[in-house]
């Protein structure tokens, strides 16, 4: 049972969200050749505060 654990900094839209969840299923799905029940896939949101690129927060950048 492949599992895919996804972060994305919070505050994308539903939508765009499954969306993502559906296309990352399906890429699993064809290229592990699993039927897609069992495909289990975590999407975590992660606040910009916790998120860093090369020491500085996402939140901090955006100032």
Same mark, same amino acid.
């Given at each position: 049972?492949?599992? &895919?654990?996804?972060?994305?900094?919070? #505050?994308?839209?539903? #939508?765009?969200?499954?969306?993502?969840?559906?296309?990352?299923?399906? &890429?699993?799905?064809?290229?592990?050749?699993?039927?897609?029940?069992?495909?289990?896939?975590?999407?975590?949101?992660?606040?910009?505060?916790?998120? &860093?690129?090369? #020491?500085?927060?996402? &939140?901090?950048?955006?100032?």
């Amino acid at each position: 049972m492949p599992i &895919a654990f996804l972060h994305i900094l919070k #505050g994308r839209k539903e #939508g765009t969200k499954k969306q993502l969840i559906k296309e990352v299923n399906e &890429a699993i799905v064809r290229n592990l050749n699993v039927d897609s029940e069992k495909v289990r896939i975590i999407l975590q949101e992660v606040e910009k505060e916790n998120w &860093a690129v090369a #020491g500085l927060t996402k &939140a901090d950048s955006e100032n």
